[in-house]
């Protein structure tokens, strides 16, 4: 896959680019609905004998916008969310740089400059698709310009349980630690990836090293201890993780800190990078009133997190 950055304003004229459909949203987390749009795009792209491609954004509009909720981490950053597109396989993507300048764009010139001139021959969006300035244009108005110049295929909403698929809903999940849950809106375990970085080197000396990880701008569950897979070189070990803040230890520290400890590993990891597959939450953090009664409790953990692991496989 392709991947062509814009910036506003762009001068790629449709006779240098390659007939496409083309699939259009901010597709933070590519869920289950997002799947539905990307992949329909692809197979259009399939039937007309055209390339497939996906247009997004960078960074998320509220960055830009200052909206009240911001969102400075992500679900899919920018090279997970090229991975997944690669292997949907897409073809092409265009990253538009989501700046003042493309937000006031009126509706009619974004399709006239970034839909007709990037040569989409049809396009596949989401039915709460919004563009333009202010997201003044909407798949009503879309319809309307696409009359004469492309294909339009809108698709409809995806639910779980009778609620919409997003990654709003997604967000909250996590936030309240439903890990399991996501399975369902991703179609896949929810995936973070990060550093190994050093942490108090207290780990070892109560029989549970664990690895202390950057993730970046990733989005992590809620503050919690979980069931998880973490994968070291393209191999996956059970593990258990804690997002939070080491009550029994330390009095204040501004985020939650994420570590894990792998079972039957025994490497030195430091600045090498883990993925970590999200299973289930199993506890919440709590201040021990010491180290031993901690120990008894990750010895606890560690049991519950293997069954748990052990009943998926
Ligand atoms: C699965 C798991 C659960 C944990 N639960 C708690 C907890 O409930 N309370 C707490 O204070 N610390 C908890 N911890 C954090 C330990 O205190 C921490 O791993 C230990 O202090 C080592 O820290 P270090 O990696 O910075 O050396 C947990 C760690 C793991 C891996
Ligand atoms: N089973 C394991 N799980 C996690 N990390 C391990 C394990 N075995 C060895 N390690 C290594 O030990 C380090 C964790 O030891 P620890 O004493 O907790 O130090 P730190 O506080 O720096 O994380 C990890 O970063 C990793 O390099």
Redesign the pocket.
């Known amino acids: 896959m392709e991947t062509i950055i814009l910036s506003h304003p762009h001068d790629f004229k449709k006779e240098q680019l390659p007939p496409c459909v083309l699939a259009l949203g901010y597709f933070d987390g590519i869920h289950i609905g997002h799947q539905k749009v990307i992949t329909t795009a692809k197979q259009t792209a399939d039937e007309l004998g055209v390339m497939s491609a996906v247009m997004s954004f960078h960074p998320h509009p509220s960055v830009v916008l200052g909206k009240n909720n911001v969102h400075w981490t992500y679900l899919t950053p920018l090279e997970e969310k090229k991975k997944v597109l690669k292997q949907l396989g897409i073809d092409r993507f265009y990253l538009v740089t989501f700046d003042h300048a493309f937000a006031s764009l009126p509706p009619q010139d974004f399709l006239d400059q970034y839909v007709k001139e990037l040569h989409a021959v049809h396009v596949v969006t989401g039915f709460d698709f919004t563009y333009g300035k202010l997201g003044a244009g909407n798949t009503d108005t879309l319809q309307f310009s696409s009359d004469s110049c492309f294909g339009l295929t809108v698709i409809g909403k995806v639910e779980r349980d009778g609620i919409k698929v997003s990654s709003t809903l997604i967000r909250r999940t996590l936030q309240e630690g439903s890990v399991a849950k996501l399975k369902e809106y991703f179609g896949r375990l929810y995936t973070v990836e990060g550093r190994v970085i050093p942490?108090?080197?207290?780990?070892r000396t109560?029989g549970?090293p664990?690895a202390?990880l950057d993730t970046g701008s990733y989005t992590l569950p809620g503050v919690g201890?979980y069931a998880v897979l973490a994968e070291y070189e393209g191999k996956k070990y059970s593990a258990?993780?804690?997002i939070?803040f080491?009550?029994?230890?330390q009095k204040t520290a501004e985020k939650p800190n994420l570590?894990?400890?792998l079972f039957d590993f025994s490497k030195s990891i430091y600045g090498e990078t883990l993925k970590i597959h999200w299973i289930q939450r199993i506890r919440s953090?709590?201040?021990?009133a010491s180290v031993q009664e901690?120990v008894r409790?990750?010895e606890e953990?560690k049991e519950r997190a293997s069954a748990i692991i052990n009943q998926l496989q």
């Open positions: 942490g108090d080197q207290r780990g109560i549970f664990t202390n201890v258990m993780a804690n939070g080491k009550p029994t230890f570590e894990v400890h953090e709590v201040k021990f901690l409790q990750l953990d």
